[in-house]
T-cell receptor
Framework: RKEVEQDPGPFNVPEGATVAFNCTYS??????FFWYRQDCRKEPKLLMS???SGNEDGRFTAQLNRASQYISLLIRDSKLSDSATYLC?????????????FGKGTRLHILP | NAGVTQTPKFRVLKTGQSMTLLCAQD?????MYWYRQDPGMGLRLIHY???????AKGEVPDGYNVSRLKKQNFLLGLESAAPSQTSVYFC????????????????FGPGTRLTVL
């Protein structure tokens, strides 16, 4: 199993729809998780941190499922401006073996 | 505040040449990181630093060296560039966490596009 895995997409979704994607991770000891957004030829920018209790920011909801080792991102009422690549990040702190692993990203296209 | 800046923005090298990429941050962050991003490979960590004077290897450190002589700067060096090092290089920084999770939100620079011929 890869350390961090995402469906590369693309997800082609009509404007106004709800879309969800997951990110699976292999190390059960991983401690912190994030979703980043990256626009074409730009740097990644933090979208949301992911907490065990789940968190919501406007149209975006992030969830962590430790038992099944995945995090999810839900986008409601999608906008054209949501078109981007979404990267998950999984961080693991271990003695002399810290790991910061980015997923390869999921491409999202919102269709007018 | 400028955030995280990277110089140069673009560079073309010939095989065997050397160069240094400079990353600077003005947010007083403890941690700094260098990544490379290649099509289909995602972002991969090259080296990182958890404080001035300290560095550590990431996932793909071979062929690169780094230095963190000042807290605000993190340098990435290529001693003898190879075509396999053609990539987009991103620098990032984050504040230190008192929690066990340690790694927090990273702020990225705009990237350096490097081509090695």
């Amino acid at each position: 199993r890869k350390e961090v895995e995402q469906d590369p997409g693309p997800f082609n979704v009509p404007e106004g729809a709800t879309v969800a994607f997951n990110c699976t991770y292999s190390n059960s000891a991983s401690q912190s998780f994030f979703w980043y957004r990256q626009d074409c030829r730009k740097e990644p920018k933090l979208l949301m941190s992911v907490y065990s209790s789940g968190n919501e920011d406007g149209r975006f909801t992030a969830q962590l499922n430790r038992a099944s080792q995945y995090i999810s991102l839900l986008i409601r009422d999608s906008k054209l401006s949501d078109s981007a690549t979404y990267l998950c990040v999984v961080n693991t702190v271990a003695p002399r073996d810290d790991k910061i692993i980015f997923g390869k990203g999921t491409r999202l296209h919102i269709l007018p | 505040n400028a955030g995280v800046t990277q110089t140069p923005k673009f560079r073309v090298l010939k095989t065997g040449q050397s160069m240094t990429l400079l990353c600077a941050q003005d947010m007083n962050h403890e941690y700094m990181y260098w990544y490379r991003q290649d099509p289909g490979m995602g972002l991969r960590l090259i080296h990182y630093s958890v404080g001035e004077g300290t560095t550590a290897k990431g996932e793909v450190p071979d062929g690169y060296n780094v230095s963190r002589l000042k807290k605000q700067n993190f340098l990435l060096g290529l001693e003898s560039a190879a075509p396999s090092q053609t990539s987009v290089y991103f620098c990032a920084s984050s504040y230190a966490s008192e929690k066990a999770e340690k790694y927090n939100e990273q702020f990225f620079g705009p990237g350096t596009r490097l081509t090695v011929l």
